[in-house]
């Protein structure tokens, strides 16, 4: 039962979903079947159960209970269901959007011909746009919608055309050079990871000509600067074009793509600092300072852990460790519960791992679990230098042929397979080496220098000098 598409939609459910979808199954305008209703009520009391059974007889005798089991009638259930669910939540992000909804409903007014209540319903949405700020690609696609069906009515019941079509071609162009824009950057940042063929954005050249052009929008403005930079990563007077207007970002977007404005900006801080210019470190923190006070870093108000991460790092390479471990503490709620004390520890062991509290590294680490691997690896990798650092020779000897397997069992690691394996093989020379004479360690010093990828090379040279 978990392998079917009904489990993973129900799974998709958030709890606090769950008494408005029992009461739309409930509805005889949705759903006149008893059997589908136990069965949504069996996959909720399972959802709260701690081990719970999701096994397709045990469900069938609980909607069933008088019946013998009859694996096609379930399945016949199963799907209903699946459908209703589905339908649900299509109807809970159409009803979310008043906007969205309003619009749906002038369509229908317009064709009955019932003109009074498309007037009023329009003058309603018009007021509701012009009050907003946000001026992004789905403002102006709702603008034209909104436009274009005003447009109709008029033609149709008025023969009077010319007021709206101004704002009706307007509303088109801005939505098709705001998205275009967002694509070409996109596209442009991917070619640069990848060799494959991508298509050009359509009329890209033309946009991009267009964009230059004096007074134009501040969200236009913005997004061009995102697309430039993501074309050009060295473009430093266009990051710096972009970093002056994102403090705007949030009036005029939406908080996912205020986000994704912000991140373009870190992600060329990133850049250079790899090339090792340090500045940017402390200008990609300020950036995720920004971000983090405008609250768009979360999605659905959740912070993904994997930026609770970045930042966590960032402000270790900037110096601040002292900041790390206060954002560390006042951000840990935003993360996602099943996630929360994982990435919590893992993070604070970074911190007493970067001021030489190795003791209570070595406890932090023990209490984190993860899946995934560059997290498995990097814990490795701590671990490495902690039983270094504390004496710890048959800990440290056991971990080192774990690591090397570990790594060999990894069929998708690319060249980081190469730089943990050389950690691994220096290592092993370190414990050979490190209190022998001068004239070895130099050897040894030099083998390092000379191996091109390597993980920690700075310890292992730290602790032969």
């Known amino acids: 039962m978990q392998h079917s598409f009904l489990f993973q939609v129900f ?14 199954l409930q509805s005889p305008a949705h759903n006149r079947r008893s059997d589908v209703v136990r069965l949504f009520d069996w996959l909720v009391v399972q959802r709260q159960q701690i081990s ?39 109807y809970e992000e159409w009803r979310s959007d008043e906007r969205q909804y309003r619009l749906s409903l002038m369509r229908a007014l317009r064709r009955r011909e019932l003109g009074a209540h498309f007037e009023r319903n329009a003058q309603r949405l018009v007021q509701q746009q012009r009050a907003r700020t946000e001026r992004h690609a789905g403002y102006h696609l709702l603008e034209y919608q909104l436009q274009s069906e005003i447009f109709e009515y008029r033609v149709v019941s008025q023969r009077n055309w010319q007021d709206n079509l101004p704002a009706v071609v307007d509303a088109l162009g801005q939505f098709f050079v705001l998205e275009n824009l967002r694509w070409s950057g996109m596209i442009a ?39 430039r930079i993501m074309a050009e990563p060295d473009n430093e007077a266009a990051f710096s074009a972009l970093c002056d207007l994102l403090p705007h970002s949030t009036e005029l977007f939406p908080p ?17 600092q790899n090339k090792g210019e340090r500045d940017y470190t402390h200008r990609a923190l300020n950036l995720y300072r920004q971000a983090l006070e405008k609250g768009i870093l979360q999605e659905n108000g959740i ?3 994997y930026t609770y991460h970045n930042i966590n790092a960032l402000a270790h390479l900037a110096g601040e460790g002292a900041w790390a471990e206060q954002f560390l503490e006042t951000a840990r709620e935003l993360l996602a519960p099943a996630v929360r004390d994982n990435a919590y520890h893992y993070n604070l ?42 004496g710890e020779w048959l800990a440290l000897d056991s971990l080192l042929t774990s690591f090397k397997a570990f790594l060999q069992r990894q069929k998708n690691l690319g060249y980081h397979r190469e730089i943990y394996l050389n950690l691994i093989k220096f290592t092993k020379k370190l414990l050979q080496h490190h ?6 360690r130099n050897a040894l010093i030099l083998k390092i220098k000379q191996t091109p990828q390597i993980a920690e090379r700075d310890w292992l040279l730290e602790k032969l000098l």
């Open 11 to 24: 799974q998709g459910v958030a709890p606090e979903e769950f008494a408005r979808l029992r009461k739309f």
């Open 52 to 90: 719970p059974v999701w096994d397709k007889k045990s469900a069938f005798f609980a909607v069933y209970p008088t019946e013998p089991y009859d694996a096609d009638q379930f399945n016949l259930s199963m799907r209903y269901l699946l459908d209703l669910i589905e339908h649900f939540l299509a």
């Open 189 to 227: 940042a991917l070619r640069l990871r990848s060799d494959a063929e991508l298509p050009e954005a359509p009329l890209a050249e033309a946009v991009r000509r267009y964009a230059e052009q004096p007074e134009r929008p501040e969200s236009l403005v913005l997004q061009y600067y995102s697309a």
């Open 256 to 272: 996912s793509q205020s986000r994704d404005l912000y991140m373009t900006a870190i992600n060329f801080c990133i850049r250079r």
């Open 303 to 305: 912070l993904p852990k």
């Open 349 to 390: 062991a970074i911190c007493f791992f970067r001021k030489g509290d190795y003791s209570r590294t070595l406890d932090l680490l023990r209490s984190v679990e993860s899946n995934e691997i560059f997290v498995q690896i990097d814990i490795r990798r701590m671990l490495l230098r902690v039983y270094f650092e504390l």
């Open 435 to 440: 209190q022998s004479n001068q004239a070895k």
